[in-house]
């Protein structure tokens, strides 16, 4: 009887360990999320721009992502992702459910402060990043 406890506090540790050796996104470096508007723009001034406006290509550690924005009047009308990992079968799963719901919270935020999705931390960080470089070239 006296392994049980053993075994609980080695595992407790290598949990512990594991934990606190993870890297979120913010802490990886080239996956900076850019929190402000385009250089030199006013906050409060909006765009007119119409059009379509690719993004930089983003690598984060399981590929690329991409994104092309159409703009109609400064207004986002569009996001499709150009560029999704997909070499591996996790990350083409991860991308076929993250993909269309970072699609769907930009539209409705209108900029590139959208949310993480669960599970697809780093390709919502490298979407961010793509889609805010497209922004700030419309802009």
Excluded: C, W
């Amino acid at each position: 009887m006296p392994k049980r406890p053993l075994i609980g506090v080695l595992l407790t540790i290598a949990g512990l360990t594991l934990l606190l050796s993870f890297k979120t996104p913010a802490e990886v470096p080239g996956l900076a999320v850019s929190a402000t508007g385009a250089p030199g723009s006013t906050p409060g001034t909006k765009s007119t721009y119409s059009g379509q406006v690719t993004g930089s290509a983003v690598q984060i550690p399981f590929g690329t992502v991409q994104v092309q924005v159409t703009l109609q009047n400064g207004v986002i009308t569009d996001v499709q992702a150009i560029q999704l990992p997909n070499d591996r079968g996790h990350s083409a799963e991860v991308s076929a459910y993250a993909g269309p719901m970072l699609r769907s919270e930009a539209l409705q935020a209108q900029s590139a402060q959208i949310d993480s999705i669960s599970g697809a931390t780093y390709t919502s960080y490298g979407y961010q990043q793509s889609l805010q470089s497209a922004l700030d070239q419309a802009h």
